[in-house]
């Protein structure tokens, strides 16, 4: 990887989104309310923030009403509460989202964190666990049959972009301590308080991501749901204030020189989310070039872990909802 990162271009001209609809997780901040911001500028009638904080998700709505882009546009915004820490939350958003949206054309799962520590979420898995890919594979899991619906009404995909990292490539311990050789199960290995280095955390759940998003993605009727993943590298947002000051002070010294803007950020999930064609369904999206499956997903080790997370997580949501076909 290239300690500078290459420069981004703003979306092409001419994308229209009038009349579409879109919902944003997390998009009360970072990348997340940066892409309701752009989409917004491309005419998106409707959008919907997911949010876990109400009262910030309104003030986001303020503050994108009085935008000088979007003003005149007088697009529906609307929060949704959805905290992904919190699983009875999730199914609550997911009973709710289409009483309030008839029809949904773009879904970003933008929601996530980063942790050193080793955090238990009450739903009892550790939290970048929980909220970077369990929380996304339930949302999946309740919203499939709804996505499904509205391409059939709205006659077109309904499109999913899943925010992802290249670093499940490169910043991994599963090449190197396969959870397989020490645990026999890979969410007992992601869970257990010792077994995860916490320089590895972040990028080992995005490797569940990752993994996920290539076993669901070939379930999929692509002419009804297109699903992808996008790294929009490295970018100046609060995903890292978490750190110890002694961490925060050297990371944000490379942030200054390495770090890609918002906006960039965003033109690249905007690019995942309604540029990138067909050819990306089921696809990790490094900016916006098709990334090549990792050589370990694609070892004999890394297949076998990514079945046995399928059946473990499958075996985690029958307790928690009723699967949709695609899932069985
Ligand atoms: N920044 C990067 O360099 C980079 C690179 C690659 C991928 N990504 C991915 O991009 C996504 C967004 O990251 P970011 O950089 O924009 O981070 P960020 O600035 O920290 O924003 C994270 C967003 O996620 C929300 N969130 C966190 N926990 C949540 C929960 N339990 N329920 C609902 N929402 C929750 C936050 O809500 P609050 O506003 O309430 O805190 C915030 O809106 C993440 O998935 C991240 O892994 C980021």
């Known amino acids: 990887m290239p300690f500078l990162q290459p420069k981004v271009t703003p979306l092409p001209p001419g994308i229209d989104l009038t009349g579409k609809s879109a919902v944003v997780t997390g998009a009360s901040a970072g990348l997340g309310l940066e892409t309701a911001r752009q989409l917004l500028t491309l005419n998106l009638t409707t959008l919907i923030l997911a949010v876990r904080n109400e009262s910030k998700g309104a003030t986001c709505i303020k503050n994108l009403l009085q935008d000088p882009a979007i003003k005149s546009k ?11 820490n919190d699983n ?7 009973k709710t989202l289409p009483q309030t949206l008839p029809t949904l054309d773009i879904l970003i799962l933008n929601a996530g964190i980063s942790r050193l520590k080793h955090n238990p979420s009450p739903s009892g898995h550790e939290e970048s666990v929980q909220v970077n890919y369990l929380s ?3 949302l999946l899991a309740e919203l499939l049959p709804y996505l499904n619906a509205s391409a059939e009404k709205t006659g077109s995909p309904t499109r999913i972009t899943w925010l992802g990292s290249r670093m499940h490539q490169t910043m991994t311990s599963f090449p190197k301590k396969s959870p397989l050789d020490t645990c026999d199960s890979v969410l007992e290995y992601m ?44 970018v100046d947002t609060a995903i890292s204030d978490f750190l110890p000051i002694y961490w925060r002070l050297p990371v944000n010294l490379v942030k200054a020189v390495r770090a890609r803007s918002v906006e960039a950020g965003g033109w690249l999930i905007v690019n995942a989310a309604v540029v990138a064609g067909p050819e990306s369904h089921g696809r990790f999206l490094e900016d916006k070039e098709v990334l090549e499956v990792s050589k370990y997903i694609r070892s004999e080790a890394g297949k076998n ?24």
């Open 88 to 94: 009875n939350c999730i199914t609550t958003f997911s």
């Open 74 to 84: 007088k697009p529906t915004i609307k929060v949704l509460k959805l905290d992904v």
């Open 136 to 138: 996304n594979a339930l």
């Open 305 to 328: 872990v990514q079945e046995k997370l399928w059946e473990e997580t499958m075996d985690e949501l029958k307790k928690l909802t009723t699967l949709p076909r695609e899932f069985e």
């Open 191 to 234: 869970d257990g308080g010792d077994t995860v280095s916490p320089l590895y955390r972040y990028a080992d759940s995005k490797v569940l991501c990752a993994m996920f998003m290539y076993s669901l993605a070939p379930r999929l009727d692509a002419s009804k749901i297109m699903l992808n993943m996008v790294c929009p590298g490295m």
